[in-house]
């Protein structure tokens, strides 16, 4: 299987970027932090500095599964404003590859037109940039490729879905018992 890849940019989301990344290894699926820039270390909204696995110029772009973007700000905005990111979202997008964005990152995809006539959720006060998708404001929603999240309370929801769509259900589950997580 290809890589989940998690993009950074200063200003992420903490919980909303290592959470997916900590459920995909316990599930033993294959994920990247990927920093935007051409640095390693990028610094998260609450100045907790991590050590991305590679950088989007150096990202083998044909070995990738799924675009995720996590929240937080300014991290969303550095990811919409990133043009290298920007043709990458674009390419899975109009090839309806599976993307995922959480918090205020659902801003970067809606901002594209990647969400018209799709379900999508966000972080309150986003819902502006969502053009054209049919806001709910559940925690999770999924249509089609386009998995998203609402924010920070959503970060293991929002896991457990991506990875359940690469490991099933009864995978899940035990990961879930394992973690001490109800349900």
Do not use: W
């Not at 995909?24 to 935007?36: C, D, E, I, K, Q």
């Not at 806001?135 to 896991?159: H, Q, R, W």
């Not at 589950?173 to 001490?180: A, G, P, R």
């Amino acid at each position: 299987m290809k890589n989940l890849c998690v993009f950074l940019a200063d200003g992420f989301e903490e919980i909303e970027a290592l959470t997916p990344v900590d459920v995909f290894r316990r599930a033993g699926l294959p994920v990247l932090t990927v920093s935007v820039s051409d640095m390693h270390t990028v610094t998260g909204s609450h100045n907790i500095i991590v050590t991305a696995d590679t950088t989007l110029s150096e990202l083998d772009r044909e070995n990738i599964e799924m675009i995720i973007l996590p929240g937080g700000m300014p991290g969303a905005s550095n990811l919409d404003k990133n043009l290298s990111l920007d043709k990458l979202i674009m390419d899975f997008a109009n090839k309806l590859k599976p993307i995922s964005a959480i918090c205020a990152a659902p801003m970067v995809l809606g901002k594209r037109g990647i969400l018209k006539g799709k379900r999508a959720t966000c972080y309150p006060g986003f819902e502006q940039y969502l053009e054209g998708a049919n806001y709910t404001s559940s925690l999770v929603e999924i249509d089609g490729n386009i998995i998203t999240g609402k924010g920070p309370g959503a970060a293991l929801d929002f896991s457990y879905i991506i990875a359940e769509k690469y490991v099933g259900v009864e995978k899940i589950v035990q990961l879930k018992k394992s973690m001490m997580i109800p349900g």
